[in-house]
C-alpha cells in the first residue's frame, strides 16, 4: 500500500495510511501546529545556499528569545521575594 501524504513510499503496516518519512510530519503538525507551515514557507521558498543562512538565523532568534525569557523569569523571581540570592 503507497502513502496517502506522499503517494511514493510504501506504507509501513497494512492498516497505517502513511509512510515513517510522513507519519513523521504528521507528529511535527500535532506538536507545531501552524509553526510548521510558517518555517516551511520561510525556508524551503529559497534557493538551497539562502535555505541554510535562514535556518541559522530562525535558530537564532529562537535562542535569543528563550534566553530573554529564562532572564526576564530569573528577575521577575528575585523581585517577588526570592531570598536564595542574599548571603547569611
Do not use: P
Amino acid at each position: 500500500m503507497v502513502c496517502k501524504l506522499c503517494e511514493t513510499a510504501e506504507v509501513e503496516n497494512w492498516f497505517g495510511t502513511w509512510c515513517k518519512s510522513c507519519r513523521k510530519v504528521k507528529h511535527y503538525l500535532n506538536l507545531y501546529g501552524d509553526r510548521v507551515y510558517e518555517v516551511l514557507d520561510i525556508v524551503l521558498s529559497r534557493q538551497e545556499d539562502k535555505q541554510n543562512n535562514k535556518i541559522n538565523e530562525e535558530i537564532k532568534t529562537e535562542i535569543k528569545l528563550k534566553e530573554h525569557n529564562l532572564r526576564s523569569n530569573k528577575k521577575r523571581n528575585k523581585s517577588v521575594g526570592d531570598e536564595t540570592h542574599i548571603k547569611k
